[in-house]
């Protein structure tokens, strides 16, 4: 099973609101909680008169077994927070916003390096590689 980052802190899990933007801005500071959907549609325990609900977790792996163990309920996510980001309001046109942000990720995503103070400043750069993506992945 693949390791991934510990949250930022473990006292605060659960208390983020349940909505949040849903993915996007290429990098990510910090990761709050990792999230378990369930869906009564699917399956799910019906805890919430018909409404989807989610599990907070402060390991992937508590999470990941909770997926496992409810029918009905999604993939783990991650909540995390992103400082600062790059937005793309439309394909290939990338902006660098100096804001705070809370979103929920595929833990996948978390693969990725953490953002460091030169990451978006080099994926914005007239030098970066043709493939800016690579800058993100780490690779270059």
Same mark, same amino acid.
């Given at each position: 099973?693949?390791?991934?980052?510990?949250? %930022?802190?473990?006292?605060?899990?659960?208390? $983020?609101?349940? %909505?949040?933007?849903?993915?996007?801005?290429?990098?990510?500071?910090?990761?709050l909680?990792?999230?378990?959907? !369930?869906?009564?549609?699917?399956?799910?325990?019906? %805890?919430?008169?018909?409404?989807?609900?989610? $599990?907070?977790?402060?390991?992937?792996?508590?999470?990941?077994? !909770?997926?496992?163990?409810?029918?009905?309920?999604? #993939? /783990?996510?991650a909540?995390?927070?992103?400082? #600062?980001?790059?937005? #793309?309001?439309?394909?290939?046109?990338y902006?660098?916003?100096?804001?705070? @942000?809370?979103?929920?990720? /595929?833990?996948?995503?978390?693969? @990725?390096?953490?953002?460091? #103070?030169?990451?978006?400043?080099?994926?914005m750069?007239?030098?970066? /590689?043709?493939?800016?993506?690579?800058?993100?992945?780490?690779?270059?």
């Amino acid at each position: 099973m693949k390791s991934y980052p510990k949250v %930022l802190d473990p006292n605060k899990v659960g208390e $983020y609101a349940g %909505l949040a933007k849903s993915g996007g801005g290429y990098v990510w500071d910090e990761v709050l909680e990792y999230r378990v959907w !369930c869906h009564p549609h699917n399956g799910a325990p019906d %805890l919430e008169e018909g409404s989807d609900y989610y $599990y907070a977790f402060d390991t992937y792996e508590e999470a990941l077994e !909770c997926s496992n163990d409810i029918p009905g309920a999604e #993939e /783990p996510l991650a909540l995390i927070l992103q400082r #600062e980001y790059i937005d #793309e309001p439309s394909t290939g046109q990338y902006k660098h916003v100096k804001e705070e @942000r809370i979103t929920e990720w /595929p833990v996948q995503f978390l693969e @990725r390096p953490r953002r460091t #103070e030169s990451t978006i400043p080099n994926f914005m750069s007239v030098d970066a /590689p043709e493939n800016k993506l690579d800058i993100i992945r780490g690779i270059a």
